[in-house]
């Protein structure tokens, strides 16, 4: 059974910076698409961005391109996104998520359509201004 754990979180000032972890375990994950999406107050789950490291391909939601990065360390069955000039409206309950196949573009599709094999508890990004 696949589980993830999201870490990393918490109160940061507008243009500051923040690195979320996940810890992934129950799986291989070299075939697997992993990602975050967020869900922030009154917004619909939004994808941010995702990596699928056999394919070596990535998806980056056009609000977080240039500031978020997202990684993976396969050795340690960790996933990383580092969160760079984060903006008041990057505040949401941030999410790793996994579904085997697909590749960096397909991302959206899985967390608009709620298709993703499983997710974490997410953990919490404030951001002040």
């Known amino acids: 059974q696949v589980q993830l754990v999201e870490s990393g979180g918490g109160s940061v000032q507008a243009g500051g910076s923040l690195r979320l972890s996940c810890k992934a375990s129950?799986?291989?994950?070299?075939?697997?698409?992993m990602g975050w999406f967020r869900h922030g107050p009154g917004k619909k789950r939004e994808a941010v961005a995702a990596?699928?490291?056999?394919?070596?391909?990535?998806y980056y939601a056009d609000s977080v391109k240039g500031r978020f990065t997202i990684s993976q360390d396969n050795a340690k069955n960790m996933l990383y996104l580092q969160m760079n000039n984060v903006k008041p409206e990057d505040r949401a309950k941030y999410h790793c998520?996994?579904?085997?196949?697909?590749?960096?573009?397909?991302?959206?599709?899985?967390?608009?359509?709620?298709?993703?094999?499983?997710w974490g508890q997410g953990t919490l990004v404030t951001v002040s201004s």
């Open positions: 990596v699928r490291f056999d394919l070596g391909t990535t």
């Open positions: 998520a996994t579904v085997r196949g697909g590749d960096g573009s397909t991302w959206p599709l899985y967390v608009e359509s709620g298709t993703l094999d499983a």
């Open positions: 129950g799986d291989t994950f070299n075939n697997h698409l």
